[in-house]
């Protein structure tokens, strides 16, 4: 599936600069062993996802300290082709990790966020 846009929103605005989109793996289910072989438990979702932020000229953002700020979580949607959509809740940020800045190559940061919640609609 094709992504049109992917946007997060923040404070009332939307940051949509990003460049790239990987949904992680949801796990729902682990098999445990017991006395008499194996069996599967439930387990809670865990819902997560990284994105490259790539900003335009002069719009960079410091990405830890707006996690720093951010007490309810952020949304972030993703659209995709042919009208459905998917929205995280309560998006919080794990991990920012900007590239190697060498002159030749934009800024980007790769940055990995947990979600609370997923609806897809």
Known sequence: MRITSLSLVKDGSEITD???????????????EHFNGEDFVKVPKKYGFSVTFLPKSGADLDWVAEEDKNDNGWTVIVNYVGGSKVTFT???????TPNEIDGKTAKETQLEFYAASRKVS
């Open 18 to 32: 990003f460049s790239k989109f990987k949904e992680n793996e949801i796990e729902t289910t682990q098999t445990v």
């Open 90 to 96: 309560g998006v919080h940020l794990l991990k920012s």
